[in-house]
């Protein structure tokens, strides 16, 4: 078993971990933490890697599968607008653009809920078979040989150990060059699937 934090359209390293595991747990008793994936994700735009954030009421001390999401403002627009303009021309952007987009159209209460829709989603599109089920009480660290909570983070420089990045094509790449670990959306728009894993 491997233990993940919910996240917003996790990187690419998420994935790849999870890939591996026999099955996953996904933690919902943990304190929320501010700054991690687990309310933004990086993608690539045309003026280069940008953070989508979803806004969060009452963040402090709140167990993340409490954490309300806040819709005073259109963030649900303004998330799929970047998107579409970082991905459109993506080889992929036509035939997963339509189900993404339906999903920004919905409001989710918690933030919790609405990440775990988008994994779901995401593992449909991608043909991931995945068995993953969320904890039922607060797992220790000290308990879990395979704990990923910490680890992928926007701010970790740690990478877990044996995961490889193969470079794949990306719209900006003749910009910017190629940018390892960024959303799941970047590969589902570019690639349409998880290749393999590169050992080299």
């Not at 595991?21 to 933490?33: K, L, R």
């Not at 687990?38 to 806004?55: D, E, F, K, W, Y």
């Not at 799929?80 to 209460?109: M, P, Q």
Request: proline residues 6%; glycine residues 4%; charged residues 25%.
């Amino acid at each position: 078993m491997a233990l993940f934090s919910v996240a917003y359209w996790p990187p690419v390293s998420y994935y790849r971990l999870a890939a591996k595991a026999p099955i996953v747990s996904i933690e919902q008793y943990e304190f929320y933490q501010k700054q991690s994936y687990r309310n933004r994700c990086i993608i690539l735009s045309a003026n280069g890697p940008i953070s989508l954030i979803v806004p969060i009421l009452r963040p402090h001390h709140s167990i993340i599968k409490d954490i309300r999401i806040d819709y005073s403002k259109p963030w649900q627009q303004m998330h799929w607008r970047s998107i579409e303009s970082a991905y459109r021309s993506s080889a992929f952007f036509e035939e997963f653009g339509g189900e993404i987009r339906e999903v920004y159209k919905r409001e989710v209460t918690f933030l919790f809920d609405w990440n775990l829709k988008l994994w779901a989603l995401s593992l449909s599109l991608l043909d991931l078979r995945i068995s993953w089920a969320v904890t039922e009480l607060f797992i220790p660290i000290s308990k879990m040989a395979e704990d990923y909570r910490f680890l992928i983070h926007p701010k970790e420089k740690r990478k877990p150990e044996g995961l490889a990045f193969e470079p794949y094509y990306q719209v900006f790449a003749h910009k910017f060059g190629f940018f390892p670990d960024l959303s799941i959306l970047d590969l589902i728009f570019n690639e349409g699937a998880l290749k393999p894993e590169s050992h080299t």
